[in-house]
């Protein structure tokens, strides 16, 4: 049997996941981040994006937001505003706000708050991407 790791990933609303895992690959803000069993202790911020979780051979992509996570040789804590599974993901939905944010970073008016527009935008193809539909 392939050695685990324990992890949980939390949202201000609920844990949104919690299992034994072989291996994390995830967004940190210096650069993609892959976590084994018996990692070496780290905390480290994450950018909005895809965590790749491995277990038992099985790859699942969770879309998460910004956030935090900690790493302990028997643990792994991720922190994010929000987190989806695939089969949690509304596609029309993320679709629709994909299109309005790049609508709002097209748009040629003078008022417009980039950085929110942009995080919309990685919001949505986060979530697209996870849900296989990118």
């Known amino acids: 049997m392939a050695a685990t790791i ?3 990933i939390v949202t201000p609303e609920k ?3 919690a299992q034994e895992i072989n291996i994390l690959e995830g ?3 210096d650069g993609e981040i892959g976590i ?3 990692h070496a202790p780290l905390v480290t911020c994450l950018k909005t994006g895809i965590l ?3 277990k038992d051979g099985e790859r699942i992509k969770i879309a998460i937001s910004d956030g935090f996570m900690e790493v302990k040789p ?3 804590n991720v922190i994010v505003r929000t987190a989806e599974l695939p089969h949690q993901i509304d596609i029309e939905r993320a679709k629709a706000a994909q299109q309005r944010a790049r609508q709002r970073l097209d748009s040629e008016q003078e008022i417009i708050d980039y ?3 942009e995080a919309a935008l990685n919001r949505a193809i986060a979530r697209l991407k996870a849900a296989g539909h990118h």
């Open 36 to 38: 084994l069993p018996r």
């Open 74 to 76: 028997e643990q792994i």
């Open 27 to 29: 967004p940190a803000v």
């Open 115 to 117: 950085a929110r527009a």
């Open 6 to 8: 324990r992890l949980e």
């Open 15 to 17: 844990v949104a996941y």
């Open 52 to 54: 790749k979780v491995t």
